[in-house]
Antibody
Framework: EVQLVESGGGLVQPGGSLRLSCTASGFTFSYYWMTWVRQAPGKGLEWVASVNQDGSENYSVDSVKGRFTISRDNARKSLFLQMTGLRAEDTAVYYC???????????WGPGTLVTVSS | QSALTQPPSASGSPGQSVTISCTGTSSDFGDYNFVSWYQQYPGKAPKLMIYEVNKRPSGVPDRFSGSKSGNTASLTVSGLQAEDEADFYCSSYAGSNNLVFGGGTKLTVL
């Protein structure tokens, strides 16, 4: 059974940093692109970033470029999102998802809440 | 990287059919057939319902179907059931390994 579990969320002050993790099981992690998607309270889904199978390519939405870094450790079957320069508008539930083709996110974790507030 | 356009709400009675639209630009949809639809219950993670415009993952009822014409994709739910009441999001490959979502549609079963 495919499982994705996020961790690392919490309350952080504006300008602070946080590192999210996503641990995968039930599939060959190194075969798949992985993606972070976020959802602000009461709002819709927003793609944040994606990374290829070996971590050599990554892409992100313009609003987080230069502040967020997506990475992975295939030996540990883990996906990461390093977030710096956090702003109030980054407050959201962050989901880790497996990408099966150019856009399809076929499995999602339950999410981890990041709150940016003083 | 603008969001795809969905109606904020849709509704239908049990047994009826309802269609939710998802409109983008040529740069969103282009010649791609990578349109997906996700169902989300409150407080839960999204679930993949349709991928590559009209394909259903294993376990998704055939009451759910997808289509695309030009820059508009559609999700049709036939034979509405109470359990279908949820938020639905479309998404599309937007080139350069970018992904774009629609704003979401709240489906109400009357």
């Amino acid at each position: 059974e495919v499982q994705l579990v996020e961790s690392g969320g919490g309350l952080v002050q504006p300008g602070g940093s946080l590192r999210l993790s996503c641990t995968a099981s039930g599939f060959t992690f190194s075969y798949y692109w992985m993606t972070w998607v976020r959802q602000a309270p009461g709002k819709g889904l927003e793609w944040v970033a994606s990374v290829n199978q070996d971590g050599s390519e990554n892409y992100s939405v313009d609003s987080v470029k230069g502040r967020f870094t997506i990475s992975r450790d295939n030996a540990r079957k883990s996906l990461f999102l390093q977030m710096t320069g956090l702003r109030a508008e980054d407050t959201a539930v962050y989901y880790c998802a497996r990408r099966r083709d150019s856009s399809t996110l076929d499995y999602w974790g339950p999410g981890t809440l990041v709150t940016v507030s003083s | 990287q603008s969001a795809l356009t969905q109606p904020p709400s849709a509704s239908g009675s049990p047994g009826q059919s309802v269609t939710i639209s998802c409109t983008g630009t040529s740069s969103d949809f282009g010649d791609y057939n990578f349109v997906s639809w996700y169902q989300q219950y409150p407080g839960k993670a999204p679930k993949l319902m349709i991928y590559e415009v009209n394909k259903r993952p294993s376990g998704v009822p055939d009451r759910f179907s997808g289509s695309k014409s030009g820059n508009t994709a559609s999700l049709t739910v036939s034979g509405l059931q109470a359990e279908d009441e949820a938020d639905f999001y479309c998404s599309s490959y937007a080139g350069s390994n970018n992904l774009v979502f629609g704003g979401g549609t709240k489906l109400t079963v009357l």
